[in-house]
């Protein structure tokens, strides 16, 4: 157990608001999703639920494009100026959205946030890898991407709540915009200690080219690609479409769904905080593949209970699992493919993640619209028994060079 205390510059708080800040953006609108579908024209209820699932489908796309060239950009003008301005697209993005007068243009401003939240998405856990690259980073990332949670936690509790007492759904997501603004600045005004000094070299792209095609030759990429795919996808399944199945499956309130989504959040942050506080970088392996175990066991009961503080436990216990995927396995691969640029292994693995979310999210929502929501959160299990697959096979892998080695 890891009892060194971890110390926070500017910029790491910056992080802290930048990952609150995605987080509200990416669950207000499926926290507040029936009642915007009601006033846009497209009730979820009536055959509404693959355009709710296309509208995090629009999102992933904006989000790939501005992952693909974030490591150009973070070359060019360095990280911090990069996650600056990302997260301003981001708050624009996410204030046109409140004033969306119908589904085409709520489907355009998300376009627009995306772009913002791409470069959040690929650039934001390197940039605390460069902070303290010499301090074991993989605690750092762990706690800044409970931050994430905390967003969801405090958003969707927040949202539901303001629109039970009336508070239209337009100004709350307005709420969130300026989340986004007041993130940027944090990265953007000067700051009279330089915590973190930016390269003054451009990195030309035919560096940053030659470091993506090392990286996609080693076969164990490949696993934590295909690792990162289904966490992306077990995680966005429950956190978008978690609100929507309380409020019309179990028949409760919007408050209620806002409630599920902040306890599966709660539970995120509990694993991601202990882990980086308590979790030593050599063993964040077996916590990825247990807490896969844990997720299998526990989402498979999701369809079956009817109970509201049942379905509310497990939901708990699925966050629990679900919260050390994203940034361990990030982490994890990182010092697997240790010979390799950190910065773009980042980056490759959320153009995985990212996409998980999208294609998981809307092929739920298809299957909502035929069978019903309840039959379509068989995809979590699954998503969690393919990651647990994965850190078997590597973990046997690992064992099985290490035997080599010390043979040799």
Request: one cysteine or more.
């Amino acid at each position: 157990m890891s009892k060194k205390h971890l110390k926070f510059c500017r910029y790491d708080y910056g992080q802290f608001c930048a990952n609150f800040s995605y987080a509200s953006g990416s669950v207000v609108i499926p926290v507040a999703l029936v009642a915007m579908s009601a006033q846009l024209g497209f009730s979820l209820e009536e055959g509404g639920m693959a355009a709710g699932g296309g509208l995090q489908v629009a999102r992933t796309v904006s989000m790939i494009f501005t992952m693909l060239i974030c490591g150009f950009l973070g070359g060019r003008f360095g990280k911090r100026v990069t996650l600056g301005y990302s997260a301003l697209a981001m708050g624009l993005g996410i204030g046109m959205c409140a004033l969306a007068p119908s589904y085409s243009i709520l489907f355009i401003a998300i376009l627009i946030a995306g772009l913002g939240e791409g470069v959040i998405e690929g650039l934001a856990t390197p940039f605390t890898q460069d902070l303290h690259v010499h301090d074991e980073p993989g605690r750092y990332i762990s706690f800044t991407h409970g931050f994430w949670s905390v967003g969801i936690f405090v958003t969707v509790l927040l949202t539901g709540w303001l629109m039970l007492i009336g508070i239209s759904w337009r100004y709350i997501i307005g709420g969130v915009a300026a989340c986004g603004i007041i993130t940027s600045m944090i990265f953007l005004l000067p700051s009279k200690k330089n915590n973190h000094p930016e390269h003054t070299d451009i990195v030309k792209s035919k560096v940053i080219i030659q470091q993506v095609k090392e990286i996609i030759r080693k076969p164990r990429f490949w696993l934590f690609f295909t690792a990162i795919f289904f966490a992306g996808g077990g995680e966005f399944c429950l956190t978008f479409w978690s609100a929507s199945y309380i409020q019309i499956n179990l028949k409760a309130t919007v408050w209620a769904g806002g409630l599920g989504t902040a306890l599966f959040a709660f539970g995120m942050f509990i694993s991601r905080a202990g882990q980086g506080y308590f979790v030593k970088q050599k063993h964040i392996n077996l916590v990825v593949l247990y807490a896969a175990i844990l997720g299998v066991i526990s989402s498979i009961f999701l369809q079956y209970t009817m109970n509201l503080t049942v379905f509310f436990i497990i939901l708990t216990i699925c966050g629990i699992a679900t919260g050390p995927f994203w940034p361990s396995i990030q982490s994890y691969a990182a010092d697997c493919l240790n010979q390799t640029d950190s910065t773009m292994v980042f980056i490759l693995l959320s153009c995985a993640g990212v996409p998980g979310c999208g294609v998981f999210t809307l092929v739920m929502g298809i299957i909502g619209d035929h069978f019903g929501l309840d039959k379509a959160l068989i995809l979590v299990p699954i998503c969690f028994s393919v990651i647990a697959l994965i850190f078997i096979i590597d973990y046997k892998m690992k064992n099985k060079r290490q035997k080599m080695a010390s043979q040799n």
